[in-house]
């Protein structure tokens, strides 16, 4: 596909398709955004005009403000942006209302990720692959030792702990947007029904995620509650949160951590964390190489993340033509 670059390239502040003077998840503020999630490495506020999911331009408005223009599209839904270039936004399967952008133009097809899983989610709709002449995909966990294990058993190993220690509590480290939200509606799924308490952080987004139709069930925030109501229970909170003086009013807390940088033993190591739980909301390394195999694209454009890998293993199997951006 060597007119792409024509129509669409990479810079400093994201991707630029210059026909239509649009942007993808954009640094910096620009005249039209299009954004495939509510993350703040992938959205900001300032734009001119925003096109997003309805979810995401949700999460936008509580995070950074209302957009003062916006187009809600629906998944499958299609947008014309000028120049002869179609957007068409596809389930990403990351958070709630993330989404992959399909770009066509003149019969060449691109499909920008965003951030991405493969993995079943109760939260959010599911990865949907999209035939391609260019892939354009993050890299996050680009490195071959990054192959999460199942949600289910990092959830037991949660409850285990639970049980083993009913005068204390389990304080998890949880990003607010999406994965706090992910792990609470799996532990749901396993029937886990008591009240699971929030830092007041985490309210807001928990609220919008059942707005849009996530059940989280009973949740309560730390600040109503005793000390006595915390013994045995789960607490969530952000990372940041698990070295504050806030945790003082907690039941001797036992610091858990999930994300899928656990798998490096020596992250949990340095926090303090005593139990790490592998959970990502991002595509693990058989995950990022299964999709390059299945869309079998003519170019690999890769970047967030941990390119170099990926690039090498492109060099000598699906995708030869494999470029970081």
């Known amino acids: 596909m060597s007119s792409a670059p024509g129509w669409l390239r990479p810079e400093r502040h994201g991707i630029y398709l210059p026909g239509t003077d649009c942007w993808i998840d954009p ?3 620009v005249a039209r955004a299009l954004v495939t999630h509510g993350h703040s490495d992938h959205a900001r506020g300032g734009h001119g005009h925003v096109i997003a999911t309805g979810p995401t331009l949700s999460i936008m408005a509580l995070r950074y403000g209302e957009q003062p223009s916006a187009d809600r599209i629906d998944y499958g839904d299609t947008i014309e942006l000028g120049d002869g270039t179609n957007a068409t936004f596809l389930p990403a399967g990351h958070v709630l209302g993330s989404a992959q952008i399909l770009l066509e133009r003149q019969g060449e097809r691109v499909v920008v990720t965003g951030d991405y899983k493969r993995r079943p989610d109760p939260t959010c709709a599911p990865f949907e692959p999209v035939a391609c002449d260019v ?3 993050e890299a996050t966990f680009g490195l071959p030792v990054f192959v999460h294990p199942p949600i289910g058993q990092e959830l037991d190993k949660l409850l285990a702990a639970l049980a083993e220690r009913p005068d204390r509590c389990v304080l998890v480290g949880a990003y607010a947007l999406g994965k706090a939200q992910r792990i609470i509606a799996e532990l749901r ?3 886990f029904s008591d009240t699971i308490y929030l830092h007041g952080a985490m309210e ?3 609220a919008l995620y059942e707005a849009h139709g996530v059940p989280l069930g009973p949740l309560a925030l730390v600040a109503d509650a005793t000390l006595d109501d915390l013994r045995g229970r789960i607490v969530i909170c952000p990372p940041s949160a698990l070295s504050d003086r806030w945790t003082r009013r ?6 858990a951590f999930a994300s899928g940088w656990m798998r490096v033993r020596q992250r949990g190591v340095q926090r303090g964390i005593e139990l790490p739980l592998v959970i990502s909301d991002h595509a693990d390394w058989e995950e990022l190489t299964g999709t390059i195999v299945e869309l079998a694209p003519q170019e690999t454009w890769i970047t967030h993340g941990r390119e170099d890998a990926l690039v090498h293993w492109c060099g ?9 951006v």
Do not use: E, F, K, V
């Open 189 to 191: 799924a396993r029937g």
């Open 204 to 206: 807001r987004m928990c």
């Open 27 to 29: 640094s910096i503020p």
């Open 135 to 137: 892939l354009i995909t």
């Open 250 to 255: 907690l039941p001797d807390p036992l610091q």
């Open 316 to 324: 000598w199997s699906a995708s030869p033509n494999c470029s970081i």
